[in-house]
């Protein structure tokens, strides 16, 4: 059984960080490619960031337009786990942050796609 468990989330005041985790089981994490999407009260479910399964390209990620150069998502095959690093936070990036996985995935593909997702983590960032 596949299960993707986030945590890290809480609240931090603007401009402050936070590193979310997502640790994955019951699958070859090695042959997933992972992402993170948020959705924001009253909004719907967007991508964040994504990283490719190990074969793709050395693994390569992509990222919102809005997150650029402020997120980073990283993975440890070893741990299973995909890691989503968050610096110069803003209140807008308030959402229940979600990761996402499927296999042999690129960097980015459709929400529709993923076939494994977690539960959520809360972010709120106060301003």
């Known amino acids: 059984q596949v299960q993707l468990v986030e945590s890290g989330g809480g609240l931090v005041q603007a401009g402050g960080s936070l590193r979310l985790s997502c640790a994955a089981s019951?699958?070859?994490?090695?042959?997933?490619?992972m992402a993170w999407f948020r959705q924001a009260p009253g909004k719907e479910r967007v991508f964040v960031a994504g990283?490719?399964?190990?074969?793709?390209?050395?693994?390569?990620?992509d990222y919102a337009d809005s997150v650029k150069g402020r997120f980073t998502i990283a993975r440890d095959n070893t741990k299973k786990t995909v890691y989503l690093q968050m610096n110069s936070l803003k209140p807008e990036d308030t959402a229940v942050y979600f990761c996402?996985?499927?296999?042999?995935?690129?960097?980015?593909?459709?929400?529709?796609?993923?076939?494994?997702w977690g539960q959520g983590t809360q972010v709120t960032v106060a301003s």
């Open positions: 990283i490719a399964w190990t074969g793709w390209a050395g693994g390569n990620t």
């Open positions: 996402a996985a499927n296999m042999f995935a690129g960097g980015r593909i459709s929400e529709k796609v993923y076939r494994y």
């Open positions: 019951g699958l070859t994490f090695s042959n997933y490619g």
